[in-house]
């Protein structure tokens, strides 16, 4: 048994976990990844919203960003456990070392994009608590943070750059596959 790191392939654990910064694509490009697999979508931040009763942006506003982190890593822990389909985590879930730690050996792929890119798809939009001041820049800085840790966790890169959803679940498709990334 290949422990579930093939897509299509039976086994524990999801059979593709995305990661990657706001604007990578992972709400868009998870579900559609999902139907060609045939199997279930599930996104972490919506996994947070749901426990919390209320919205990321409300949690950091009322909360604190220390909260927020501690209801991502349980429900990352708990997806990972139980969630046998598609898989998206917020941005920042692998700031946290027991998240990183946990998605090894998983197949986890980075939804790498430019900022350009994520501008246009998200528009940066103040409803994302950490690009609520001077967005372009706060993203670049968290991106310099960050991207050490996806290419870590990551099996595989997918650039998302003047690629359209469809094609990137067909990239990310390509690269999970037998003998590939």
């Known amino acids: 048994m290949n422990g579930g790191t093939t897509p299509g392939a039976p086994g524990p654990g999801p059979r593709a976990v995305l990661v990657g910064p706001p604007g990578s694509g992972k709400s868009t490009v998870g579900p559609l990844l999902a139907e060609r697999l ?29 909260r927020f982190r501690a209801l991502e890593r349980r429900a990352v822990q708990e997806a990972v456990a139980d969630h046998t389909g598609v898989l998206s985590l917020g941005g920042g879930a ?24 994520a501008v246009q ?46 094609e990137v679940a067909e990239a990310v498709l390509d690269a999970l596959a037998p003998g590939q990334g």
């Open 94 to 117: 692998i700031l946290d070392a027991a998240t990183r730690k946990l998605l090894t050996g998983l197949p986890v792929v980075f939804l790498d994009v430019e900022l350009a890119d």
């Open 121 to 166: 798809r998200v528009g940066l939009a103040t409803a994302r608590p950490l690009l609520a001041v001077n967005p372009r820049q706060r993203w670049r800085t968290l991106m310099e943070e960050r991207r050490p840790l996806y290419t870590e966790v990551a099996r595989v890169t997918v650039p998302t750059g003047g690629r359209g959803p469809e």
């Open 38 to 66: 045939g199997t279930g979508y599930r996104d972490t931040d919506a996994d947070v919203e749901r426990a919390a009763g209320k919205p990321i942006a409300e949690i950091f506003v009322e909360d604190g960003e220390p």
